[in-house]
């Protein structure tokens, strides 16, 4: 499973949103009718696929996306999603995320030894036909430790693998701690760890990698120009069942299938894959123009979810949006979130009074249709084995709570001007609001309303909305601007629940930079030995939920509940997590669009 990405994306190691599968259907069996709330997992479409066909696949989103193949460099869920035909990740995941064999590579773990071995496939290629490889493996390590490469996934996670340390540090110029034991050019990897990990077994953890990058294919660029590189953003090498044959920068994707990849051959002939906006995706569905669309809003469920010729998916979205603060910078000479911004957000008081200001069931009420909950503590409920169900956070809007925190601190309201006020100060803010659907400004204003109601200034980052591309820019360019005070942040997570690569104190994409020593504490916790106890975990998880809600270094604000819209020419439809056969199953019953 790929790891966590911004609606934004985030995070260290193979990172990625959690894409869209597709799973297989026959005539002759019939699948296992699975549901999220009111919504069917799977489709179960009686016609059979016929031979060939071209899938017509979309993805929402209203900002051009970076083409970059390399999931270290990538910094964009909307490119990462619309990868996902042509494979990428190693293992096989089930359902609730664990990491099964069968997949394009096997894993085992000897905890006497602190080791873990990644067997790849014999019969494993890229799609020039070429071996993958051991050091194809290791290589993404490199990228993703040397500086020279520029990406930004780095996380102390990675420091538990043996070496890791002195290769970031230029202190070595190899890492220690993973070998080769049938050679550089064999299908055998071992990984040294220094400590074992609860979290190890689960995909996306964090701890290793589960990808590949062509070693022999990239080796000769220099690392400052691996990103721009046509071999890694239009031209790349892929192990999965498709491979992209034209990339539109920005705009569309065509796939065909790998005449390399080692499986089941795929029933379609090509994917074309194209971004679209958000004020032109219904519209574009009702027309017919696509199959189905990834991250369609849910302001827009109402207008989808009785198309003629559709059916409409959905499941528990690996997904979370917060409030964020500006506290600090990273200094990247030592891949630390440093806290030592002046403002008064570094008062505990101020960020709670800002968190209980928001009306959010309000606003979720009016735009989500349903789709989306305010969010009572940091983990999603899809992961509810370590979340506590009657937590509170900031889900209910508690104006008198919001005020008393503010008086309590010190800052007393002027009539005059209807602004609280300390030491001669106002209280005042910037709001770095990005671009959204039709909604977005709406929200964002109401919430500015809502703040001046306890009598805190709110202004929009140079008076409007931030492009998502700028937004992303100014939050993830060490070591971070001044120029700013709140923003809003949605992640598409990691299918294993720890937070550090979001929040701890090396993590990048920690753009508040808060730096809690506890909070530190509570995610080493919940990732330490004492965690193989399952117990130990949910404790351990909710103590640091509970840590982050009282200390509000961010907010959070909502779960949701990802739906999909799928046209019922569609066979082998699925948007279940542990569906590995992805697109080698889905078809399509007719060469035309179905309209009833």
Not at 285 to 308: E, H, P, R
Not at 333 to 357: F, I, W
Not at 448 to 461: A, M, N, P
């Amino acid at each position: 499973m790929k790891k966590s990405k911004v609606t934004l994306l985030a995070t260290s190691l193979i990172v990625a949103t959690a894409t869209l599968s597709a799973c297989g259907n026959s005539s002759t069996v019939t699948p296992k009718v699975l549901k999220a709330g009111n919504f069917d997992i799977t489709y179960d479409n009686k016609s059979s696929a016929i031979n060939g066909g071209q899938l017509k696949v979309a993805y929402e989103s209203d900002s051009p996306f970076k083409a970059q193949w390399l999931s270290e460099l990538d910094d964009d869920a909307t490119f990462s999603t619309m990868t996902s035909p042509s494979g990428g990740a190693l293992f096989n995941v089930n359902s609730s995320f664990k990491i099964q064999n069968g997949g394009p590579a096997n894993i085992s773990f000897d905890k006497a030894a602190k080791t873990a071995t990644i067997t790849l496939r014999k019969n494993l290629k890229w799609s020039d036909g070429s071996e993958v490889t051991a050091k194809d493996y290791e290589f993404q390590y490199e990228v993703i430790a040397d500086p020279a490469y520029g990406s930004d996934r780095w996380t102390s996670l990675l420091s538990n693998i043996v070496g890791m340390d002195d290769f970031h540090n230029s202190k070595s110029k190899t890492i220690s701690g993973i070998t080769f034991p049938d050679g550089a050019n064999g299908k055998v990897i071992k990984l040294q760890f220094k400590e074992n990990k609860p979290g190890f077994t689960q995909s996306g953890n964090g701890y290793f990698l589960e990808s590949a990058d062509p070693y022999n294919y990239l080796k000769g660029i220099a690392p400052k120009d691996l990103a721009s590189s046509p071999k890694t953003t239009t031209n790349p090498l892929v192990f999965g069942l498709f491979m992209p044959v034209n990339i539109v920068t920005g705009e569309s994707i065509k796939y065909v299938p790998n005449p390399y990849y080692y499986g089941k051959k795929p029933k379609l002939s090509s994917i074309i894959y194209s971004t679209v906006s958000t004020d032109k995706a219904a519209a574009a569905l009702k027309a017919g123009q696509y199959d189905f669309i990834n991250g369609m809003v849910s302001s827009q469920y109402t207008a989808v979810k009785n198309l003629k010729g559709y059916v409409t998916l959905g499941n528990q979205d690996l997904f979370l949006s917060l409030m964020y603060f500006n506290l600090g910078h990273y200094d990247e000479a030592k891949s630390l979130n440093v806290q030592d911004r002046k403002t008064p957000l570094q008062d505990e008081a101020v960020r709670e009074a800002l968190g209980y200001a928001r009306n959010v069931a309000e606003v979720d009420d009016k735009f989500s249709n349903g789709l989306a909950t305010p969010a009572n503590g940091m983990i999603p409920p899809i992961f509810s084995q370590f979340t506590d169900a009657n937590a509170k956070g900031y889900e209910k809007q508690n104006l008198a709570k919001a005020n008393q925190l503010l008086e309590d601190d010190g800052w007393k309201l002027n009539k005059s001007t209807g602004y609280r006020e300390k030491d001669g100060k106002t209280l005042s803010f910037v709001y770095a609001a990005r671009q959204g659907d039709a909604n977005q400004e709406t929200i964002d204003q109401n919430y500015i309303q809502q703040w001046q109601k306890i009598g805190v200034k709110v202004t929009l980052y140079n008076g409007k909305l931030m492009e998502f591309n700028s937004w992303v820019d100014k939050m993830t360019t060490p070591p971070g601007a001044n120029d700013w005070d709140i923003t809003d942040g949605s992640w598409s997570l990691s299918s294993e629940p720890s937070q550090q690569d979001l929040f701890s104190a090396a993590a990048p994409y920690n753009f508040g930079h808060f730096n809690d020593p506890e909070i530190t504490n509570d995610m080493n916790n919940i990732d330490s030995v004492k965690a193989d106890n399952s117990a130990y975990r949910k404790a351990a998880f909710i103590k640091y939920s509970n840590d982050m809600i009282k200390k509000a270094y961010v907010v959070p604000t909502n779960f949701d509940i990802a739906y999909t819209p799928v046209n019922k020419r569609v066979t082998g439809m699925s948007v279940d997590y542990g569906d590995n056969n992805l697109w080698s199953n889905i078809g399509v019953s007719s060469n035309s669009m179905a309209t009833k």
